[in-house]
């Protein structure tokens, strides 16, 4: 299985490609960045592609992060996946970051709860909760910190992600403290290409997962009437 995985929907620009049959993950880059992923992406890509010697006609699929995460980042990723996949004739892979982000804890030990939480802002965080054997217990959602805390508890759990630190500093007092795992801004790109070796075909080309509408909302008041 060859992938080629594309992560640009938080703070990174990032491309790995895995190749099982050369024994996992061959060639990757991240470039840590909150703005400019557009022009930053295709570059990167092709580095990574001519560091791994492969063509786009021999991946097996594409693998790209759909979000949560910033509304233009993830529509870059997700529009240059789509296109190489339509280029290449191969399928292309939609995989939440939150996944992500949980799934090197959910490799090492996959007995332990595993929260996932990205920032949101505002006092809020986008989490999901994994359980044992890696099965979602808490779909993707957004939810305040205190909400997101009081779903959190449920004995042991680690906690992983750009707002993992809120999470702890939130956390109910006389609760089990949860283990801050990872604060990193963005998933390690080469889980999100091993997810995508992993996941089942067939849900349609990959499509933004928003989980809130955007900050910036039209100013209809300023807006000219129509003749």
Same mark, same amino acid.
Request: charged letters at 20%.
């Given at each position: ?59 097996? &699929? ?6 949560? !995460?910033?509304?233009? +980042?993830?529509?870059? +990723?997700? $529009? ?8 290449? !004739?191969? #399928? ?7 996944? @992500? ?31 044992? !054997? ?5 779909? #993707?959602?957004?939810? $305040?910190?205190?909400? *997101? ?11 992983? @992600? $750009? ?13 089990? #403290? ?6 990193? @801004? ?7 290409? &091993?997810? !995508?070796? *992993? *996941? $089942?075909?067939?849900? @349609?080309?990959?499509? #933004? ?13 300023? &807006?000219?009437?129509?003749?």
């Amino acid at each position: 299985m060859r992938v080629l995985a594309i992560d640009t929907a938080l703070d990174a620009c990032a491309a790995a490609v895995l190749d099982t049959s050369r024994g996992g993950i061959i060639a990757h880059e991240t470039l840590a960045m909150t703005r400019g992923h557009a022009e930053a992406l295709m570059p990167l890509v092709a580095r990574v592609m001519d560091a791994a010697a492969i063509a786009f006609a021999d991946l097996d &699929r594409i693998a790209v992060t759909t979000g949560p !995460g910033s509304f233009t +980042g993830l529509r870059v +990723g997700i $529009s240059a996946c789509r296109a190489i996949a339509l280029a290449s !004739g191969k #399928p292309a892979i939609g995989l939440s970051t939150l996944a @992500g982000f949980a799934a090197p804890l959910i490799a090492e030990d996959d007995t332990t709860h595993v929260v996932a939480a990205i920032d949101a802002r505002h006092d809020h965080v986008y989490f999901q909760i994994f359980g044992t !054997g890696g099965r979602t217990l808490v779909a #993707p959602r957004i939810a $305040s910190l205190r909400d *997101a805390t009081r779903a959190a508890i449920a004995g042991p759990t680690r906690i992983v @992600g $750009s707002a993992a630190n809120l999470l702890a500093e939130a956390w109910p007092k006389g609760a089990d #403290p949860p283990l801050l795992a990872d604060m990193r @801004g963005a998933p390690d790109v080469g889980w999100v290409a &091993r997810l !995508g070796a *992993a *996941a $089942s075909e067939g849900f @349609g080309p990959p499509k #933004p997962l928003y989980l809130r509408a955007p900050d910036a909302q039209p100013q209809d008041a300023a &807006r000219l009437p129509r003749r």
